[in-house]
């Protein structure tokens, strides 16, 4: 009898222990659950948890799966197939998975062509994670061709049990960018909606984009358009900055907030509507030339604050980068020169600051997309990501920049595909969606996603995980870090932040050979202490949670 309880007794030892297998570094503890042993199609997105369930977002080839854990034992439950039914007997393609207060959709689009619409599907998915029977179309945007039909994006509420969807496009011949937006409760119902059509005159040095949109806790809507071209005659660059507000108490109705750059030429813009009220907006920004051309280097941090309820400007500064923050980035030399810094950096995360700043993380990014070798369909494009360094701005609350530093890290992911179908930006060179400047759930699960970092921001201290080079534990200076080129052997780490921007690295006190690798391109926040994460390792696939102490 006591052997038999001795035996249970260790295979309930070996159970715990392998459901929460624990890594740790400093204040960070990863924990993780079974290992998934249908690991055959890789997780691309964590969308969500509810009612004692994690629901993710896993593919392969160009199929795609509802995989769903329980929360406890972070162990797996089902693999769903999902498989749309025929919209006008036509195929849906895949868009994206939600949840939604405590509802789960898939999403698919589909380009009529008889009606020259490009519609949007919708279909619940149950709590055991197959697909219910009935479908709901959401959109059905008016478009010139196929080529012309654009794309989707969304963005859920602050407290996720509300969906905003935009749709936008370039119809060349028109010169006019199209975009429609629509708001919808956690039922699908349709809370607002706005179509508009903002012409423009096609020029040679045109740049048009649609920064980026957001929804506040209140429910309103802001978009950001900025158009910027040289005027040869008057030698001089036009900036024209427009934020688009649609606000609940005005029952939507569009309003419009222009503000004026001048001798300056607007690269990103990221936007973040506060719970006091406010719209922040920041970004990179380039100097002019007395011709008036911009020379498409970043110059340092713009950044401004409108008050919502009056519209007013507040405020909008312009930060040129600190000679200490440019060494890092370009080198001494250069920077004694005063040289700027090339513009290969994309808004990785803004975060609101408790004292009503902003906190700008800014990664160096590059997709290197090689020939085609091969003949027609069985050609095989190769794929090369780069995720370098992170520009960190702490911001004060008047626009000023407070301290700023440099996460030094070098990362690279290579691999081959058979197609493209990159960022889906809408329309040709001169026009861009800011927003669609994340890697697109059909490229992870291939790489990338090993690549990037995870902000943590809690009680008023960043902290930042992500993926290094074995050889650079305890190394911060950007001019000493090696290459991390093969993922597989990296480990984790982070860099925090004290309130003066000062680094302190955390790194694993023991480098074990058989650690899983943290995907920091797939998690889900779930609270500012708690992220549900992914990791791997070769054919051992785990769910987990980060908690930072």
Not at 388 to 413: C, F, H, M, Y
């Amino acid at each position: 009898m006591i052997k038999k309880y001795l035996i249970a007794l260790s295979l309930f030892s070996f159970f715990s222990l392998s459901v929460l297998s624990q890594d740790k570094f400093g204040p960070i503890t990863l924990s993780y659950g079974q290992e998934i042993e249908d690991n055959k199609q890789k997780i691309v997105q964590i969308s969500g948890e509810i009612n004692g369930k994690i629901y993710t977002l896993a593919n392969k080839g160009k199929k795609y799966y509802v995989k769903v854990f329980d929360s406890a034992e972070m162990k797996l439950i089902s693999t769903n197939l999902i498989e749309f039914p025929e919209l006008k007997n036509k195929d849906l393609d895949f868009e994206s998975l939600k949840v939604i207060g405590n509802k789960i959709y898939v999403f698919g689009s589909m380009y009529d062509r008889k009606n020259k619409e490009f519609d949007l599907a919708a279909i619940e998915i149950n709590a055991d994670g197959t697909l219910n029977d009935a479908q709901k179309v959401i959109f059905k945007t008016p478009v010139t061709k196929k080529k012309e039909r654009g794309a989707f994006y969304f963005k859920k509420s602050p407290v996720e049990n509300k969906l905003l969807v935009m749709h936008a496009t370039l119809f060349d011949k028109e010169e006019a960018i199209q975009y429609e937006i629509k708001l919808f409760d956690e039922d699908l119902n349709e809370i607002t909606s706005h179509l508009e059509k903002v012409p423009f005159e096609d020029r040679r040095d045109l740049e048009f984009s649609i920064s980026d949109f957001d929804i506040s806790f209140k429910d309103d809507i802001f978009l950001i358009i900025n158009e910027s071209y040289r005027d040869r005659k008057q030698k001089k660059n036009i900036e024209k900055f427009e934020i688009h507000a649609f606000k609940k108490d005005k029952n939507y109705e569009k309003e419009v907030i222009k503000l004026d750059f001048e001798n300056k030429e607007v690269i990103n813009c990221a936007m973040l509507a506060t719970q006091d009220g406010l719209l922040q907006f920041v970004g990179f920004y380039s100097s002019v030339n007395k011709r008036g051309k911009a020379n498409w280097k970043l110059k340092g941090i713009y950044s401004g604050t409108v008050d919502i309820n009056s519209n007013e400007v507040l405020n909008l500064k312009f930060n040129e980068f600190d000679y200490e923050t440019k060494v890092k980035l370009i080198g001494e030399r250069r920077a004694k020169k005063g040289k700027d810094v090339k513009p290969y950096y994309q808004t990785h995360s803004l975060i609101e600051k408790p004292n009503g700043g902003l906190i700008l993380l800014s990664e160096y990014q590059l997709v290197y997309v090689g020939r085609t070798g091969g003949i027609g369909p069985l050609g095989i494009t190769p794929i090369q990501f780069t995720k370098n360094e992170i520009i960190v701005t702490s911001l004060n609350p008047d626009g000023t920049v407070e301290w700023s530093n440099v996460i030094a890290k070098k990362q690279r992911a290579a691999y081959s595909t058979l197609s493209i179908g990159f960022f889906g930006f809408a329309g040709s060179s001169n026009f861009s969606v800011g927003v669609g400047i994340a890697i697109p759930v059909s490229q992870l699960g291939k790489g990338p996603e090993y690549l990037g970092a995870i902000p943590i921001f809690e009680n008023g201290k960043l902290t930042v995980v992500f993926n290094d080079h074995k050889k650079n534990t305890g190394v911060t200076d950007i001019e000493e870090i090696r290459s991390l080129g093969n993922y597989n052997k990296s480990i984790p780490t982070a860099f925090t932040f004290d309130d003066n921007g000062k680094i302190t690295r955390l790194d694993p006190q023991e480098l074990q050979e058989e650690r899983l690798i943290l995907r920091p391109g797939v998690y889900y926040r779930k609270s500012p202490k708690e992220y549900i994460i992914y990791s791997s390792r070769r054919s051992k696939d785990k769910l987990g949670r980060l908690i930072i102490d």
